[in-house]
């Protein structure tokens, strides 16, 4: 299946400052990403969806300031955490997907990236 | 709210088959119904994907019967590898909405 590549895999940030997570389709263009965080043992909450070179669409109850997301390329997604807190420590994990109409519905997530805010 | 509904987990032993079935009653014309499988501190791995009847593939077969408001994953001969958490979902063109996802056990 299509390679989708997250980074890093895992950070440490003191309490206020800003994190960039990446997220990369490796080897199919993306004109979708979806942004998620996981608490333990708990399920994948969506968090947004970022389309290419347009707005991200935020779900309800997501800080669109505090989580900030950018789609520049077909390949490319970030999510910032600005100003991050210790409640934000989550996994954060992003999926991307193939543009729709060419017979492909699968969608492909990142390994994910531990945030642990000191 | 996710359009599906899975058991919350479910134990099995190694070599046994395990059926893990989701229901979806307001499953739309165009949707699929994908199951993916995550190991923790992991993201979700794609298993299978299917639209009706049956596919099966190297590592499951999805059963899906004429209706399409439910489906039941199949896995063949579990090993202790295959604990996991299997989440169904149902989508086509639009965002994927996770469930509470089924947490499988598998004992020796």
């Known amino acids: 299946g299509a390679v989708v590549s997250q980074h890093p895999s895992r950070v440490i940030c003191k309490s206020g400052t800003s994190v960039k997570i990446e997220c990369r389709s490796l080897d199919f263009q993306a004109t979708t990403m979806f942004w998620y965080r996981q608490f333990p043992k708990q399920s994948l909450m969506l968090m947004a969806t970022?389309?290419?070179?347009?707005?991200?669409?935020?779900e309800q109850g997501v800080e669109k300031d505090k989580f900030l997301i950018n789609h520049a390329s077909l390949t490319l997604s970030t999510l910032t955490v600005t100003s991050a807190h210790p409640e934000d420590s989550s996994f954060y994990i992003c999926?991307?997907?193939?543009?729709?109409?060419?017979?492909?519905?699968?969608?492909?997530f990142g390994q994910g990236t531990r945030l642990t805010v000191v | 709210l996710a359009k599906t509904t899975q058991p919350i987990s479910m134990d099995s032993y190694e070599g046994q088959e395990v059926n893990i079935t989701c229901s979806h009653n307001?499953?739309?014309?165009?949707?699929?119904i994908t199951w993916y499988q995550q190991f923790p501190s992991q993201g979700p791995r794609f298993i299978i994907q299917?639209?009706?009847t049956k596919v099966t593939n190297e590592v499951a077969s999805l059963f899906i019967p004429a209706d399409r408001k439910s489906s039941t994953l199949s896995l063949p001969r579990v090993s202790l590898s295959d604990t996991a958490v299997y989440y169904c979902l149902v989508y086509n063109t639009d965002k994927l909405i996770f469930g509470t996802g089924t947490r499988l056990q598998v004992f020796p």
């Open positions: 970022s389309n290419e070179g347009s707005k991200a669409t935020y």
């Open positions: 307001n499953i739309a014309t165009n949707d699929y």
């Open positions: 299917g639209y009706k």
């Open positions: 999926s991307a997907r193939e543009p729709p109409g060419q017979g492909k519905t699968e969608a492909f």
